[in-house]
């Protein structure tokens, strides 16, 4: 109960920051310096809870503002800052009370079945091609008993990639938007296409 009552008083003061400081941080973090550095990571996670920015925009912006290199950095910190902590509060926050009810599903023990066994790729896996939503990732590991360190692992490895485009793009934006529309909409189209690939292998299976 205790570990509830904790998990739910951070949830709420996560939202209420993000809600009400939501401008002033936005604002902080387009003045630069070393102040902003901090606020953007606070904002970053902030926004993997709750998506008060989108989160392409969020990391173009601290791409443009940081450059790519450093902007990266700082858009994964907050990613996986965020990440970290919605984990621990799923797992220890609402794990048993969860449990209890995914019982009645059997897709998804089988699934946490899968995910134990194959935990390391199967994170990677959704983190580079993200085909499941970003927090459905995160609430089904805090649920499973996939470990903590492998998790991180495989989420920061599978997160490098669009965020270091996001950043480059963000980075590149003001001074060929051609380039940058370019590459973001290539990404789009890659992701269309294996999402493409595995509905149509799955219900091709179906049909067997």
Known sequence: MLKRLVSISVLILIIVLGYLQKDDLVHLIKQGGTVSIFISMLLVAICVFFPLIPFPVLAGMIGAIFGTAQGMFISLIG??????????????????????????????????????????????ACRLVPIIPAPVVNIICGLS???????????????????????????TLSSNKLLSFGLYGFYILVIFLINFVIVYRKKAKTLK
């Not at 509060?89 to 209890?100: C, H, K, L, V």
């Open 79 to 124: 990613a996986m800052a965020g990440t970290i902590v919605f984990f621990f509060i799923t797992r220890y926050g609402f794990r048993d009370y969860a449990q209890e009810k995914l019982l009645k599903y059997p897709k998804f023990q089988e699934y946490e079945k899968f995910l134990n066994r194959n935990s390391f790729l199967a994170i990677l």
């Open 145 to 171: 008993k996939v470990n903590w360190l492998i998790f991180f692992t495989a989420s920061t490895i599978g997160k490098i990639p669009n965020i270091l485009l996001l950043s480059f793009v963000g980075a």
